[in-house]
């Protein structure tokens, strides 16, 4: 089935460590993104990418880093640099040439620091 | 930057009853509008996708419409069932290429 996966669904820090959430999408997407949601505060975004091997910072990229090497896959790394990376952190994928642009969500990966 | 505002925050009606969500945004020039429906601890559903050229849009029992000039759109639900509860959020892109800007969202309860 076509879609995005994030993995893992769960995750848990120490303080001071970097962790890496995975995304990746089938649907032959041209863009990905990637949003914090916080409780309260709604989705904000942390990076987006358009094309391979390019990306932009959004609203909160302090403490984060992405790459884009293939099409398919957008990595995140939360950095020990992050003040409070406790929360849902989710990937979305959408086409950009000659289409709507409607974005799709994955399922979500929810990080704990400890 | 586009803000977006929905309100109410909550909302709680009885089973069968109609409703509308509503979502502001305080730049009219945008690409497009799109309404998500996401259940606890959940990712994002799409819902409607209204173009800037457009005035509404229409899924089963949805329909979502947009007034660019006001800077509003709404999203109407009809006959409401408890498996409609749920949150739902309204998004704005500025631009083909340029991220969404998210309101908060109006958490849904639909009671039996």
């Known amino acids: 089935d076509g879609g995005i996966t994030q993995s893992p669904k769960y995750l848990f820090r120490k303080e001071g460590q970097n962790v890496t959430l995975s995304c990746e999408q089938n649907l032959n997407h041209d863009a990905m993104y990637w949003y914090r949601q916080d409780p309260g505060q709604g989705l904000r975004l942390i990076y987006y990418?358009?094309?391979?091997?390019?990306?932009q910072k959004g609203d909160i990229a302090e403490g984060y880093s992405v790459s884009r090497e293939k099409k398919e896959s957008f990595p995140l790394t939360v950095t020990s640099a992050q003040k409070n990376p406790t929360a849902f952190y989710l990937c979305a994928s959408s086409i950009e040439q000659g289409s709507t642009g409607e974005l799709f969500f994955g399922e979500g990966s929810r990080l704990t620091v400890l | 930057k586009q803000e977006v505002t929905q309100i109410p925050a909550a909302l709680s009606v009885p089973e069968g009853e109609n409703l509308v969500l509503n979502c502001s945004f305080t730049?009219?020039?945008?690409?497009?509008l799109q309404w998500f429906r996401q259940d606890p601890g959940k990712g994002l559903t799409s819902l409607l996708l209204i173009q800037s050229s457009q005035r509404e849009q229409t899924s089963g029992r949805l329909n979502a419409s947009l007034d660019k000039s006001s800077g509003r759109s709404t999203l109407y639900i009809a006959a409401s069932q408890p498996g409609d509860s749920a949150t739902y959020l309204c998004?704005?892109?500025?631009?083909?290429?340029?991220?969404?800007?998210f309101g908060k969202g109006t958490s849904l309860l639909v009671t039996p």
């Open positions: 998004a704005v892109r500025v631009n083909s290429g340029y991220a969404l800007n």
């Open positions: 730049d009219s020039a945008i690409y497009n």
């Open positions: 990418s358009q094309i391979v091997n390019d990306f």
